[in-house]
């Protein structure tokens, strides 16, 4: 079974740059020909989609975000990565990675980790 | 852009059976077989339970099964038990504006 992890600063200052990776393991990001994706929870309210990018190297942007996004992938380290620029608190949330099966559809996540904006 | 539409919240008792819709656009539900749906309990992760309208992932009881007509997708969970009591998430692939995915804002089920 896949596993996902993400790792990263669980407080980032307002007008920094929130930096994450997701670590795959159980599978190859470079054997999926769909695209992995960023998902993000802000405390008590729903998902919001950041963005996705297939193990080509091409991406797709939530637009509200894409200005500040950018997603990347290492396939030799069978990694993700997000960064997320000019942060506000507006951007706490629990950040999760995920494993596509299908276009748009994410069969397994990462638990999450909790980036907190606060100077 | 704006959320994919959802009730917020839905009850039923034991049982019985339910349906959450989820209204978007052409541009979303309407336009594409791209339509998901998520399961999420206090603290866990989001856990998928239907891909592209009325696919069911493996290990996912066929209690839950989807739908779509026109710009409105559909969750059914028939039979329903107390563990079901949980958040439920539409998402759906979307060209407005650029190809992106969208969530609905998200149903509370409440098992009486």
């Known amino acids: 079974q896949m596993h996902l992890q993400e790792s990263g600063p669980g407080l980032v200052r307002p007008s920094e740059t929130l930096s994450l990776s997701c670590t795959v393991s159980?599978?190859?990001?470079?054997?999926?020909?769909?695209?992995w994706g960023w998902v993000r929870q802000p405390p008590g309210k729903g998902l919001e989609w950041i963005g996705s990018?297939?193990?080509?190297?091409?991406?797709a942007y939530n637009p509200s975000l894409k200005s500040r996004v950018t997603i990347s992938v290492d396939t030799s380290k069978n990694q993700l990565s997000l960064r997320l620029s000019s942060v506000t608190a507006a951007d706490t949330a629990v950040y999760h990675c995920?494993?596509?099966?299908?276009?748009?559809?994410?069969?397994?996540w990462g638990q999450g980790t909790l980036v907190t904006v606060s100077s | 852009q704006s959320a994919l539409t959802q009730p917020a919240s839905v009850s039923g008792s034991p049982g019985q059976s339910i349906t959450i819709s989820c209204t978007g656009t052409?541009?979303?539900?309407?336009?594409?077989?791209?339509v998901s749906w998520y399961q999420q309990h206090p603290g866990k992760a989001p856990k998928l339970m239907i891909y592209?309208?009325?696919n069911r992932p493996s290990g996912v009881s066929s209690r839950f099964s989807g739908s779509k007509s026109g710009n409105t997708a559909s969750l059914t969970i028939s039979g329903l038990q107390a563990e079901d009591e949980a958040d439920y998430y539409c998402?759906?692939?979307?060209?407005?504006?650029?190809?992106?995915?969208?969530f609905g804002g998200g149903t509370k089920l409440t098992v009486l």
């Open positions: 995920a494993s596509p099966v299908s276009r748009g559809a994410y069969h397994y």
């Open positions: 998402s759906s692939y979307s060209t407005s504006i650029t190809p992106h995915v969208i």
């Open positions: 990018i297939h193990h080509s190297g091409g991406t």
């Open positions: 052409s541009s979303d539900v309407g336009g594409y077989n791209s």
């Open positions: 159980g599978g190859s990001i470079s054997t999926n020909n769909y695209y």
């Open positions: 592209d309208v009325t």
